[in-house]
């Protein structure tokens, strides 16, 4: 790991201000994810702004009869809390279905939402990849691309996005709520959060260098049955190959969000429109511009017969 | 290098007070500064559960933190859960059902299943195989590991069943 200088912040503001003078400064929150790059030499931050003392570990309703949940709320505490239990068991699911246990006593909300990819090629320093090196290429492409996107995807990077906690949070419509060194505060809808690849797949959020999140915000709780379902290559500890959150309504509508298969979580009206027909319908039109790769092209019945399972489970 | 940093924390009961650089991970800070090698260092990327430490009463991977991170924690390691005898069932009990053969991972495990037994009740084989996901093994084939912290559950629910 090369070496930076650290500090730790006491607010929100004195975050925020930190990381507008210096340039190559990165904030750590759990570190689960940044430590492991930082180790690789795939981050490397000169300077480290500690936001574990923000006092944004708060879980708090909101005014509209939502919940409000602190970046700094950790992974465990968010899935075992009652409320999100009760309200929002799409949200707990997919959390229990992420990392271990033990991971999950440290990753924080904000943190999980920007991990970055798991791609093979993006942790190999050997090889070309745009995301770790803009302009380098694409070892995915034409390599090994069996855990790679399906839809979505560009010429410059087929990598998928590897939260479960996120693919809840887009089937719950979350709002991530953000500061600036300015003290401008922005509301972004989790359908904008993140970005698809395009021609710069190394920006993944829409977030500006040095914006804090302090907040990920859940609307009034919709009701309905909540289903996260994962498939991976072993019963725990491992990312998605796909996965599937749905909430679903007595009279056959719903909400339906998949993860593993883009680089960002995958949600369509158009294809929720046809939940009532059922799930082969569904999946048919949220899998009309799919693009698989030949090690991948196993991710398309995989998502169907995902689905079809999620939504017979919610029928009951 | 980045100068180093004023440290203190608790580690097992004790107050301790250093100067680490920011980039020393818990894990480095406690084997080599504090020479408290229970603790082992695998994969460092928070994969195989070795380095697992208990921090304000969580286990937690101590590769992935800073020691700088742990300013006025309590950590507890192998080494003090040993001494302090809260392990002495489960170190009994994967003693006699052969629940460690090279025993790296060990350390991790009994931190792990200490964490777990610390919740009451008898967890089912699922429960323990759950919470031991990310403990890896490359000996035992786990067994006997869950075993041995099943009969530790039993063992200590029926103590407490006793009048
Ligand atoms: C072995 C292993 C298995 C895993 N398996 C899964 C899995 O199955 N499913 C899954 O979803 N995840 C999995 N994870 C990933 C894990 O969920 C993430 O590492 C974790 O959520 C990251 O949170 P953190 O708080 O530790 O982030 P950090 O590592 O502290 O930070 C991550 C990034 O977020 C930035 N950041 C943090 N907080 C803020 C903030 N408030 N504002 C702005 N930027 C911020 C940091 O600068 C950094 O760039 C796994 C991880 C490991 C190591
Ligand atoms: S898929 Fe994306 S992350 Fe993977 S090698 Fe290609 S550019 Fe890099
Ligand atoms: S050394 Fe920390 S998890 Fe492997
Ligand atoms: S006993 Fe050798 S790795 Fe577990």
Redo the contacts between chains.
Sequence with gaps: ??????E?AASPAEAVAAAARVPDAKF?A???NL??L??LEIETPGH?I?V?GLGLDKIEPTNEGGLRIGALVRN?DLAADARVRRDYGVLSRALLAG?????R??ATTAGNLLQRTRCPYFYDTNMPCNKRQPGSGCAAIGGFSRQHAVLGASEACIAVHPSDMAVAMRALDATVETVKANGTTRSIAIADFHRLPGDTPDKETVLDAGELITAVTLPKPIGGTHIYRKVRDRA??AFALVSVAAIVQRDGTGNVALGGVAHKPWRMEAAEAQMPRGATAVAERLLADAKPTSDNAFKLPLVRRTLAGALAEAKG | MSAPVPLALTVNGVEVARAVAPRTTLADFLRLDLELTGTHTGCEMGACGACLVMMDGVPVHSCLVLAVQAEGAVIETVEGLSERGAIAELQQAFHQRNALQCGFCTPGVLVNAHALLEHGGVPTREDIRDALSGNYCRCTGYEAIVDAIETTARLRAGAEGQP
């Excluded at chain 1, 790991?1 to 650290?6: A, E, R, W």
């Excluded at chain 1, 990392?99 to 991971?103: D, H, T």
């Design positions: 790991m090369k070496s930076f200088t650290y730790r750590i759990g570190g689960t430590l492991d930082m180790k480290l500690d574990n465990t990392a271990s246990g033990q991971l006593n440290k725990s500890y």
